[in-house]
Nanobody, 125 residues
């Protein structure tokens, strides 16, 4: 069973950076595409970024493209989200996710199979 735990959230000023990490306590990390979603108060959960199981393909929401970078280290069972040039509208709970196809999340054809508990990111103006 996949168990995901996010870390690295916090409070930053606009223009600042944060690096989120998501560690899988399971034993099949490399078998899954990984990604990040976020949900702001009063808004629907939205796709942020995804990465294929071998790291060969990445996908980004238009709202974060050029500012966020997703990466993974399968040896450490960890996926990262480097967030630069943060804006107040990036404020949300960020959820780590895992599933068979990252591209399907990007295309909004499916949702991940597994979710972490979420980590709060707050960007002040």
């Amino acid at each position: 069973q996949v168990q995901l735990a996010e870390s690295g959230g916090g409070l930053v000023q606009a223009g600042g950076s944060l690096r989120l990490s998501c560690a899988d306590s399971g034993r099949t990390f490399s078998s899954y595409a990984m990604g990040w979603f976020r949900q702001a108060p009063g808004k629907e959960r939205e796709f942020v970024a995804a990465i294929s199981r071998n790291g060969g393909s990445t996908y980004y929401a238009d709202s974060v493209k050029g500012r966020f970078t997703i990466s993974r280290d399968n040896a450490k069972n960890t996926v990262y989200l480097q967030m630069n040039s943060l804006r107040p509208e990036d404020t949300a709970v960020y959820y780590c996710a895992a599933g068979p196809y990252g591209s399907s999340w990007y295309l909004r054809q499916a949702e991940p199979n597994y979710w972490g508990q979420g980590t709060q990111v707050t960007v002040s103006s």
